[in-house]
């Protein structure tokens, strides 16, 4: 018994040897068509300044929160660096991809980031590549925009301001 067994097992993996798989998979390349590079996520400062520049269309400040009384003396004064802040956050954890995926959040909820109102934007479809190419640099391919249009008519929550963050949380995005 033990040696039919022995023999089943060692003929299977030979015949599993000799078999060839069905299917390849090209390798995950970024830039050019040409390029076998591989993919590298940024760091916490690439990410943060990125986003900024993206999104807000300048670099994170410094500045100062004053608190008064209601005669103008100065009671209290809070210096604020605003990349030193968010990179101290993101560096002080094992995973920051959350924290990455709140500030993208915060920041696409800004006042000062101009995005229009879903009922703003005639064609959705032209839109969303719009944004493919801001932040990607790229046109989506055909999937892609079907999915983003499809969830666009369908859900009356999803609108411009869902189609950046869930660009600017992409592992696309936040690799270079």
């Given at each position: 018994?033990?040696?039919a067994l022995s023999?089943?097992?060692v003929?299977?993996l030979?015949?599993?040897a000799?078999?060839?798989t069905s299917?390849k998979?090209?390798?995950?390349a970024v830039?050019?068509?040409?390029s076998?590079?591989?993919?590298?996520?940024?760091?916490?400062t690439?990410?943060?300044?990125?986003?900024?520049?993206d999104?807000?269309?300048r670099?994170p400040?410094?500045?100062?929160i004053?608190i008064t009384?209601a005669?103008?003396?100065?009671l209290?004064?809070?210096?604020?660096?605003?990349q030193?802040f968010?990179?101290f956050t993101?560096?002080?954890v094992g995973?920051?991809a959350?924290?990455?995926?709140l500030?993208?959040?915060g920041l696409?909820?800004?006042a000062e980031v101009?995005?229009?109102?879903?009922?703003?934007?005639?064609?959705?479809?032209?839109?969303?590549?719009e944004q493919f190419?801001r932040f990607l640099g790229?046109?989506?391919n055909?999937?892609?925009?079907e999915?983003?249009?499809?969830?666009w008519?369908a859900d009356?929550a999803?609108g411009?301001r869902?189609?950046?963050?869930?660009?600017?949380g992409?592992?696309?995005?936040q690799?270079?």
């Open positions: 018994m033990r040696r023999f089943f097992l003929g299977g030979v015949l599993l000799a078999c060839e299917y998979f090209d390798p995950v830039g050019d068509d040409g076998e590079r591989a993919p590298r996520a940024r760091t916490n690439q990410y943060v300044r990125g986003l900024y520049s999104l807000v269309g670099a400040e410094s500045y100062d004053i009384d005669a103008g003396t100065e209290a004064r809070f210096p604020v660096a605003e030193e968010l990179l993101l560096d002080g995973d920051p959350p924290l990455r995926s500030i993208a959040a696409v909820r800004s101009v995005i229009p109102e879903k009922d703003e934007v005639d064609d959705p479809a032209e839109y969303i590549s190419k790229r046109e989506p055909p999937y892609e925009l999915a983003f249009v499809a969830e008519e009356s999803v411009p869902t189609v950046v963050r869930a660009l600017v992409s592992r696309e995005y690799s270079f």
